[in-house]
């Protein structure tokens, strides 16, 4: 009797657990959405990145606008293009208005020894469009600064 009141417990302590986290994830994913809104408003409905730094030396897009930040690949060519009004990612060409959500983890400074600890301390920018997979820029891969990367998020409106 005793064992199964305490299982009953614990199944509707985990039940409560789990609603109350989608409940924070699904009203904090709404704030971000209401904050990007705001942000389209004020720029007359249209999308844009606002940036109040130096602007990327480079030439400007033809359906994008002029070069906002330019984040270098650590191996090779290419890099991420963040225009005022899009961005393009290798072959990848995406409006800011296709965008539903930006969410940032900052990458923790300092050595990384184990491959465990890497993946762990590891800074990502990810970009969800409406449609299609995924934008990850990963530490791994691009020249990551958690400073830049801040304001790219913040200058989208999330």
Not at 18 to 24: D, Q, T
Not at 50 to 71: C, H, Q, T
Not at 72 to 79: S, V, Y
């Amino acid at each position: 009797m005793l064992t199964g009141l305490i299982v009953i417990l614990f199944v509707v302590g985990g039940i409560a657990l789990i609603v109350w986290y989608l409940k924070s994830f699904y009203a904090e994913r709404a704030n971000r959405a209401k904050k990007a809104e705001e942000h389209r408003r004020k720029h007359g409905g249209e999308c844009i990145l606002e940036w109040s730094g130096n602007l990327a030396d480079g030439v400007p897009d033809a359906e994008f606008g002029k070069l906002v930040v330019e984040v270098p690949k650590k191996r090779g060519n290419g890099a991420a293009r963040f225009y005022e009004k899009g961005l393009v990612l290798e072959n990848k060409r995406l409006p800011y208005s296709q965008i539903k959500d930006v969410l940032f983890v900052a990458a923790t400074p300092g050595n990384k020894y184990t491959l465990k600890q890497a993946a762990r301390d590891m800074g990502v920018l990810w970009i969800y469009p409406q449609k299609g997979a995924t934008i990850g820029l990963r530490e791994m891969n691009y020249q990551f600064d958690n400073e830049i990367m801040e304001k790219i998020k913040q200058g989208l409106g999330f």
